[in-house]
Protein backbone atom coordinates (compact mmCIF):
# COMPACT_ATOMS: atom_id res chain seq x y z
CA UNK A 1 0.00 0.00 0.00
CA UNK A 2 1.27 3.29 -0.61
CA UNK A 3 2.31 6.67 0.79
CA UNK A 4 -0.68 8.36 -1.47
CA UNK A 5 -3.36 5.71 -0.61
CA UNK A 6 -3.01 5.74 3.17
CA UNK A 7 -3.46 9.41 3.64
CA UNK A 8 -6.06 9.15 1.16
CA UNK A 9 -7.99 6.94 3.17
CA UNK A 10 -6.93 8.24 6.47
CA UNK A 11 -8.42 11.98 4.92
CA UNK A 12 -11.68 10.08 3.79
CA UNK A 13 -12.39 8.50 7.33
CA UNK A 14 -11.19 11.74 9.45
CA UNK A 15 -13.71 13.58 7.03
CA UNK A 16 -16.34 11.66 7.21
CA UNK A 17 -16.45 10.83 11.17
CA UNK A 18 -16.85 14.81 11.01
CA UNK A 19 -19.48 14.92 9.05
CA UNK A 20 -21.21 11.76 11.29
CA UNK A 21 -20.77 13.40 13.89
CA UNK A 22 -21.96 17.08 13.00
CA UNK A 23 -25.47 15.81 11.74
CA UNK A 24 -26.10 13.30 14.75
CA UNK A 25 -25.84 16.21 16.99
CA UNK A 26 -28.27 18.50 14.35
CA UNK A 27 -30.61 15.33 14.29
CA UNK A 28 -30.30 14.90 17.87
CA UNK A 29 -31.30 18.73 18.69
CA UNK A 30 -34.26 18.85 15.91
CA UNK A 31 -35.08 15.43 15.95
CA UNK A 32 -34.24 15.49 12.67
CA UNK A 33 -33.97 11.65 10.69
CA UNK A 34 -32.67 12.90 7.42
CA UNK A 35 -29.60 14.55 9.42
CA UNK A 36 -29.22 10.78 11.22
CA UNK A 37 -29.20 9.58 8.13
CA UNK A 38 -26.12 11.15 6.87
CA UNK A 39 -24.80 10.34 10.35
CA UNK A 40 -25.34 6.44 9.51
CA UNK A 41 -24.01 6.98 5.63
CA UNK A 42 -20.69 8.43 7.18
CA UNK A 43 -20.01 6.23 9.61
CA UNK A 44 -20.33 3.63 6.59
CA UNK A 45 -17.52 5.64 4.52
CA UNK A 46 -15.81 5.48 7.53
CA UNK A 47 -16.02 2.15 8.04
CA UNK A 48 -14.78 1.59 4.39
CA UNK A 49 -12.23 3.38 4.78
CA UNK A 50 -10.51 1.79 7.92
CA UNK A 51 -11.37 -1.75 6.25
CA UNK A 52 -9.48 -0.49 2.99
CA UNK A 53 -6.08 0.13 5.43
CA UNK A 54 -6.82 -2.15 8.27
CA UNK A 55 -8.03 -5.48 6.42
CA UNK A 56 -4.93 -5.93 4.07
CA UNK A 57 -5.07 -9.70 4.16
CA UNK A 58 -5.37 -11.61 0.83
CA UNK A 59 -7.15 -14.24 2.08
CA UNK A 60 -11.06 -14.86 1.65
CA UNK A 61 -12.30 -13.35 4.66
CA UNK A 62 -10.39 -10.42 4.71
CA UNK A 63 -11.14 -9.56 0.82
CA UNK A 64 -15.24 -10.78 1.15
CA UNK A 65 -15.16 -8.45 4.51
CA UNK A 66 -13.36 -5.16 2.27
CA UNK A 67 -15.67 -5.66 -0.17
CA UNK A 68 -19.05 -5.99 1.92
CA UNK A 69 -17.78 -2.29 3.22
CA UNK A 70 -17.01 -0.71 -0.08
CA UNK A 71 -20.18 -1.97 -1.33
CA UNK A 72 -22.11 -0.52 1.17
CA UNK A 73 -20.21 2.90 1.16
CA UNK A 74 -20.86 3.03 -2.61
CA UNK A 75 -24.66 1.73 -3.15
CA UNK A 76 -25.91 2.52 0.77
CA UNK A 77 -24.22 5.49 1.88
CA UNK A 78 -23.53 7.48 -1.55
CA UNK A 79 -27.77 7.09 -2.42
CA UNK A 80 -28.74 7.57 1.06
CA UNK A 81 -26.98 10.80 1.59
CA UNK A 82 -28.14 11.97 -1.58
CA UNK A 83 -31.46 11.11 -0.53
CA UNK A 84 -31.43 12.76 2.91
CA UNK A 85 -30.12 16.22 1.51
CA UNK A 86 -33.47 15.74 -0.86
CA UNK A 87 -35.24 15.43 2.08
CA UNK A 88 -33.46 18.73 3.40
CA UNK A 89 -34.19 20.58 0.51
CA UNK A 90 -37.90 19.88 0.40
CA UNK A 91 -38.72 19.45 3.82
CA UNK A 92 -40.22 15.62 3.24
CA UNK A 93 -38.76 15.02 7.23
CA UNK A 94 -39.39 11.24 6.18
CA UNK A 95 -39.98 8.85 8.93
CA UNK A 96 -37.12 5.93 10.20
CA UNK A 97 -39.70 3.63 8.75
CA UNK A 98 -39.59 4.81 5.73
CA UNK A 99 -35.71 5.34 5.27
CA UNK A 100 -35.33 1.84 6.41
CA UNK A 101 -37.95 0.36 3.54
CA UNK A 102 -36.02 3.00 1.36
CA UNK A 103 -32.04 1.07 2.20
CA UNK A 104 -34.11 -2.20 2.09
CA UNK A 105 -34.62 -1.69 -1.90
CA UNK A 106 -31.05 -0.09 -1.80
CA UNK A 107 -29.34 -3.21 -1.05
CA UNK A 108 -32.44 -5.41 -3.10
CA UNK A 109 -31.30 -3.16 -6.61
CA UNK A 110 -27.70 -3.71 -5.92
CA UNK A 111 -28.04 -7.79 -5.21
CA UNK A 112 -30.52 -7.83 -8.33
CA UNK A 113 -28.29 -6.14 -10.46
CA UNK A 114 -24.66 -7.98 -9.76
CA UNK A 115 -26.68 -11.31 -10.67
CA UNK A 116 -28.06 -9.57 -13.73
CA UNK A 117 -24.17 -8.90 -14.40
CA UNK A 118 -24.57 -5.39 -15.21
CA UNK A 119 -22.79 -4.18 -12.15
CA UNK A 120 -20.45 -1.73 -13.21
CA UNK A 121 -23.51 -0.06 -15.09
CA UNK A 122 -25.35 -0.13 -11.70
CA UNK A 123 -22.56 1.59 -9.84
CA UNK A 124 -21.90 4.29 -12.54
CA UNK A 125 -25.93 4.82 -12.67
CA UNK A 126 -26.18 4.89 -9.31
CA UNK A 127 -23.13 7.11 -8.75
CA UNK A 128 -24.32 9.28 -10.95
CA UNK A 129 -27.89 9.70 -10.26
CA UNK A 130 -26.75 10.25 -6.52
CA UNK A 131 -24.84 13.67 -7.50
CA UNK A 132 -27.19 14.92 -9.37
CA UNK A 133 -30.12 14.30 -6.65
CA UNK A 134 -27.39 16.02 -4.69
CA UNK A 135 -26.93 18.82 -6.82
CA UNK A 136 -30.59 20.03 -7.57
CA UNK A 137 -30.95 19.70 -3.56
CA UNK A 138 -28.28 21.74 -2.83
CA UNK A 139 -29.52 24.33 -5.49
CA UNK A 140 -32.47 24.55 -3.51
CA UNK A 141 -30.67 25.20 -0.26
CA UNK A 142 -30.40 28.88 1.42
CA UNK A 143 -27.92 30.71 1.65
CA UNK A 144 -25.63 31.17 -1.12
CA UNK A 145 -22.48 29.35 0.75
CA UNK A 146 -24.93 26.32 0.82
CA UNK A 147 -25.42 26.13 -2.41
CA UNK A 148 -21.50 26.70 -3.53
CA UNK A 149 -20.51 23.90 -1.22
CA UNK A 150 -22.92 21.67 -1.75
CA UNK A 151 -22.82 22.65 -6.10
CA UNK A 152 -18.88 21.76 -5.04
CA UNK A 153 -19.39 18.14 -2.94
CA UNK A 154 -21.91 17.02 -5.88
CA UNK A 155 -19.13 17.43 -8.68
CA UNK A 156 -16.62 16.56 -5.87
CA UNK A 157 -18.50 13.08 -5.49
CA UNK A 158 -19.49 12.70 -9.54
CA UNK A 159 -15.96 13.05 -10.27
CA UNK A 160 -14.87 10.56 -7.67
CA UNK A 161 -17.06 7.81 -8.21
CA UNK A 162 -17.08 8.52 -12.29
CA UNK A 163 -13.72 9.05 -12.78
CA UNK A 164 -11.39 7.56 -9.98
CA UNK A 165 -13.24 4.70 -8.81
CA UNK A 166 -13.20 0.96 -10.16
CA UNK A 167 -16.46 1.72 -11.67
CA UNK A 168 -14.74 4.91 -13.52
CA UNK A 169 -16.24 5.65 -16.91
CA UNK A 170 -12.81 6.10 -17.77
CA UNK A 171 -10.82 2.92 -16.28
CA UNK A 172 -7.21 3.93 -17.27
CA UNK A 173 -7.82 6.80 -15.12
CA UNK A 174 -9.11 4.86 -11.77
CA UNK A 175 -7.06 5.55 -9.10
CA UNK A 176 -8.15 4.43 -5.32
CA UNK A 177 -5.54 7.71 -3.65
CA UNK A 178 -7.66 10.02 -6.00
CA UNK A 179 -10.69 8.40 -5.25
CA UNK A 180 -10.63 8.31 -1.57
CA UNK A 181 -8.96 11.85 -1.09
CA UNK A 182 -11.79 13.53 -3.88
CA UNK A 183 -14.51 11.61 -2.05
CA UNK A 184 -13.05 12.83 1.36
CA UNK A 185 -13.12 16.68 0.17
CA UNK A 186 -16.50 16.11 -1.06
CA UNK A 187 -17.46 15.10 2.74
CA UNK A 188 -15.76 17.88 4.06
CA UNK A 189 -17.57 20.42 1.69
CA UNK A 190 -21.25 18.97 2.31
CA UNK A 191 -20.18 19.39 6.30
CA UNK A 192 -19.80 22.77 5.17
CA UNK A 193 -23.16 23.05 2.94
CA UNK A 194 -24.96 21.54 6.12
CA UNK A 195 -23.46 23.80 8.94
CA UNK A 196 -25.24 26.84 6.98
CA UNK A 197 -28.56 25.27 6.46
CA UNK A 198 -31.24 26.05 9.25
CA UNK A 199 -34.03 23.82 9.99
CA UNK A 200 -37.39 24.98 10.96
Known amino acids: MTVAIIAGNALLIASALFLAGRSYRVGE ?3 HTASV ?17 LLQGTDQDSVTFRRLLDNLAYFAAIPLIASAMFDYAWKKDWSRAAWGRWLLVLFALFELCRRSEVGVTYSQACAGLSALALLISCLRMQPLITKAAGTASAIAIAVSTLVYSQASLMPHLADPAL ?10 LLSIALGK ?4
Open 37 to 53: VISLSAAFIACSGAGSL
Open 197 to 200: EKLP
Open 179 to 188: YHSVFAVALI
Open 29 to 31: KYD
